[in-house]
């Protein structure tokens, strides 16, 4: 019934998590789920309320513009150059989008022929690699190794590959290893890309994510980065608006005109209340991002200290709200979790053969059900 390609579409690990958990839950289980990445905090107040202003209004009920409202590609500009002194033109190097996700998932419709190879960290989001496959193009997997701080090493790409690659994925902060990007690295890919005509899609999802002072930079302040990327970045971690559908595509302007156009093709554009909404979060009071990362490294600090105790050595990630730690087996370990001590943590081979392994942590849970996962844990390895 379904099509050939629906068949290389990887077994939804996440969807059996889900079922597991439920039948969890169902047997009277008091499960603490450290596995979603989606904030458990509200989005602040004043973008709801700008939300709810916008919705009222008629105008903005009808078809919205495929590229974005001006207003909302210029308040974009704004937030690039006031945090990262990245200066684009809001007419052409801006692209509205239903969160990143939706960037990401047609990109290589755009760009990819069916052959062409994408490079794709490995374990990385899940969404580099199908729609690669969507598109009938190769995925190389980067592996993400912690002998290299979880940075691809560029070298090792076969000259092969390299010559028949079209796109490469970078996303920095990391998520699922929650590394963040080294001096030097941006550049080698810029000139690794630009050497062997390779567009860069950078994820920068989790910029805005970060503890102990460290700021994550935009890939396009990278020299010569507007020549050959592309960044894709979201409302959804920044101002816990998953569930809202708005991100946005910046850089280089015929990489966003390819998005565009394939996407005028495939969807209608968001909701220009949301948008609205969006123009409040990006423009509006940012305090709201500094407390959001304050009650995230309390929980990492509970849960890096809880797990040292217990006698695992995790290093306390300076972004993202995931804690990487390395096990000896990933899906036995994530099991043994579930079904003795209660509690969801993401195996890592759900990202990638080279996140098997180690398993990931979310901090979308409160500081109180953290460390009831610490005293759970502990029980167990008694
Ligand atoms: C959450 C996430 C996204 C997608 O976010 P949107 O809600 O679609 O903006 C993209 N990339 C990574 C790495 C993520 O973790």
Redesign the pocket.
Known sequence: MYAERMGQLPPYLFARIDEMKAAKIRSGVDVIDLGV?DPDLPTPGHIVEALCEAAHDPRNHHYPSYAGMETFRTAVAGWYRSRFSVSLDPGKEVLA?M????G?AHIPEAFVNPGDYVLAPSPG?P?YRTSTLFAEGNVYEMPLLAKNQFLPDLSAIPEKVAKAARLMFL?YPN?PTSAVTLPGFFEEAVDFALDHEILIVH?N??SEIAFDGYQAPSFLSTEGAMETAIE?H?L??TYNM?GW?I?MACGNPDIIAGLARVKTNVDSGVFDAVQKAAIAALTGPQDCIRDACRTYQERRDVLIKGLGALGFEVQAPKATFYVWMEVDDCMQFATRLLDEAGIVVTPGVGFGSGGDGYIRFALTRSTGRIQEAVDRMGDLVS
Request: no cysteine; net charge positive; charged share 25%.
């Open positions: 990445g989008l969160g990143s996700k939706d990401i989001y969404v996303n998520n994820d999802a989790y894709m979201s959804s971690k998953t559908r991100g």
